[in-house]
């Protein structure tokens, strides 16, 4: 079997979902589990959050087809909200923000409705934004989503932790290429660990040398073009790294070491949510902590 597994940690979940209530006290937040969950199975996320969260929601009506029957079957869906979408609520610059914010709270206003309007990066950084009900979605799943993090983000613990094994050891000589079309060349005598993962898991092929990659907790860095089934890390720096080590392509690592997967992200040019939506079935989830 390919030691290939994604880990979640429904406790983390449970904690990043309390601090996005402690964001907004005075509104109910709303747990976003659309897209399973952003990849962490939306079945687990929804029992584990059951007790906590008021409301779940979901991004099309296939996704919500197991609560569907029952919504149409009630005589007095009659609750009506005003709900919107941020387009910038990400970004330092409050221009933009500022501005749908105002449009929002006209139309609040004639039509007396009760708001639903912020998002992850609106639940921690726009207070303004804070309205009856808020759709946190990524935060959830410990992501920082804005462009530059606060003192809350940092709180954030991860829910996914991406992990696989070295399945194999190479030594190289200076100037040996690795991996397909030879883009890294060893720039010393190196020692590279072949990592059973690849674009055929979800991992994005994008990503870029110097990309970051625990192994056994410490910090390394992809070398050579991701394949389907493998990719290629220079462990040249970690000397007890030997076929079974630990590898760690974002989340905590055992011995407690962190590898963000907005930090990954950065690195393939993409977001985190690329990422987490992207681990495919043959990344098996494992589930841990409290399920409700
Ligand atoms: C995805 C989504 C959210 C959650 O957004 P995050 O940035 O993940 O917090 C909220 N509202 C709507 C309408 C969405 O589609």
Redesign the pocket.
Request: aromatic share 6%; glycine share 6%.
């Given at each position: 079997m390919r030691p290939l597994v994604a880990d979640i940690d429904l406790d983390a979940l449970r904690h990043n979902y309390q601090l996005a209530c402690r964001c907004a006290p005075k509104s109910r937040s709303v747990a976003?589990i659309?897209a399973d969950a952003y990849g962490h199975g939306a079945l687990a996320c929804a029992q584990a959050l059951e007790r906590d969260a008021p409301a779940f929601?979901v991004?099309c009506i296939e996704e919500a087809a197991a609560i569907w029957r029952k919504l149409s079957a009630a005589p007095n869906v009659t609750a009506l909200h005003l709900m919107s979408?941020f387009a910038t609520a990400d970004l330092q610059d409050s221009r933009y923000f500022n501005q749908q914010m105002a449009r929002l709270q006209g139309l609040a206003k004639e039509l007396d409705a009760p708001l639903c309007l912020a998002?992850?990066?609106a639940t921690l950084a726009w207070p303004v934004a804070h309205g009856d009900w808020n759709?946190?979605?990524?935060?959830l799943y410990g992501s920082d989503?804005l462009e530059v993090a606060n003192d809350i983000t940092q709180q954030l613990q991860p829910v996914m932790t991406l992990r696989s094994e070295v399945i194999a050891m190479r030594e190289l000589e200076e100037g040996e290429p690795v991996g397909y079309s030879g883009r890294w060349r060893a720039p010393r005598r190196s020692r590279i660990a072949v990592v059973a993962c690849g674009y055929g898991d979800g991992y994005d092929r994008h990503a870029r040398d110097g990309t970051p990659v625990l192994v056994n907790g410490q910090r390394c860095a992809i070398a050579g073009k991701v394949s389907m089934d493998m990719l290629t890390v220079d462990v040249t720096d970690v000397p007890d790294a030997v076929i079974g080590s630990e590898v760690v392509l974002w989340g905590r690592a055992s011995n407690g070491v962190i590898l963000p997967v907005d930090e990954v992200a950065r690195y393939c040019d993409t977001i985190s949510?690329t990422l987490l939506t992207g681990v495919l079935p043959r990344a098996p989830r494992r589930y841990h902590g409290r399920s409700v």
């Open positions: 976003v659309k929601a991004a979408h998002n992850s990066p759709r946190p979605g990524v935060m989503p949510y």
